[in-house]
């Protein structure tokens, strides 16, 4: 079973290391892998048994780092993050190249997402690269809401799962 704890440090470690991490977010729990890597990113579908036609969110620590990985904003867009975010809204925008085709499955938008959990914050503040992060379950289940919920399912596919307790949305 993988382990379960709050060290972001121990999670930012593995994630640099191209390894998989359940984190926290307000719905879900997430698989989060880092989003410029191919194989981290190959890692997730297969973890999760994922058709890989099914496109990835990423996860952001800032509106900034979204400006480095989309095209041009549309103004209605910039309204909506900064109304809704950080928080449980995803933007469809345009990508730039760095963003791996496998994340959007060839499409040429991208979700991505600022979320508001503060251990995940944490986390992705600490780190030089956005995360992919589906929900932290085998394809077709029900989404997790703890990290026990995690460990449930894929506790022997992963390493460690940091615990923010239950999700607050989900």
């Not at 103004?75 to 760095?98: R, V």
């Not at 085998?138 to 239950?166: C, M, R, W």
Request: aromatic share 6%; net charge positive.
């Amino acid at each position: 079973m993988a382990e379960i704890g709050k060290d972001i440090s121990k999670a930012r470690a593995l994630l640099k290391k191209g390894e998989l991490v359940a984190i926290p977010t307000e719905t879900v729990y997430g698989l989060a892998g880092n989003a410029l890597d191919q194989d981290a990113i190959a890692s997730i579908f297969k973890v999760k048994n994922r058709p890989s036609f099914d496109p990835l969110i990423v996860h952001v620590a800032s509106f900034g780092q979204v400006v480095s990985l989309t095209k041009a904003i549309a103004e209605k867009a910039k309204k909506l993050a900064n109304t809704f975010w950080p928080g449980p809204l995803t933007l469809l925008l345009n990508k730039k190249t760095i963003i791996p085709d496998l994340v959007t499955s060839g499409l040429d938008t991208v979700g991505v997402r600022l979320p508001h959990q503060s251990l995940t914050q944490k986390l992705l503040t600490s780190l030089e690269f956005p995360l992919v992060a589906p929900s932290a379950n085998p394809f077709g289940y029900v989404s997790p809401t703890t990290a026990q919920h995690v460990n449930d399912q894929l506790g022997d596919k992963i390493a460690y799962i940091l615990d923010g307790g239950e999700c607050s949305i989900g």
